[in-house]
């Protein structure tokens, strides 16, 4: 069984930045696959950032130069620095593991970019 937990959403101006984190347990293990994935109302959800234990990082060219996908394995913690936030950033972001193809994911957390 495996348990995500986002947090580190909110309502920030245009412009402004947040950091969203993810907490993992369960058993899982450092070599999977993780990633963040929002979906935005009326819309299918879509990838964000992805990394690999190796350290393959993959963006969304949406978030390419204002977001930073992270991670610590010995924390089990997963986290993406946001900067620059649009307004068509809004969105529920949620939290993804991915164990030998079985994908796993959190409940979400609310980012809105408004004034």
């Known amino acids: 069984q495996v348990q995500l937990v986002e947090s580190g959403g909110g309502l920030v101006q245009p412009g402004g930045s947040l950091r969203l984190s993810c907490s993992a347990s369960?058993?899982?293990?450092?070599?999977?696959?993780m990633g963040w994935y929002r979906q935005a109302p009326g819309k299918q959800r879509e990838l964000v950032a992805t990394?690999?234990?190796?350290?393959?990082?993959n963006y969304a060219d949406s978030v390419k130069g204002r977001f930073t996908i992270s991670r610590d394995d010995a924390k089990k913690m997963l986290y993406l620095q946001m900067n620059s936030l649009k307004p068509e950033d809004t969105a529920v972001f949620y939290c993804?593991?991915?164990?030998?193809?079985?994908?796993?994911w959190g409940q979400g957390t609310q980012v809105t970019v408004s004034s």
């Open positions: 993804n593991l991915n164990k030998l193809g079985v994908h796993f």
């Open positions: 369960g058993n899982i293990f450092s070599t999977y696959g």
């Open positions: 990394t690999t234990s190796g350290g393959t990082i």
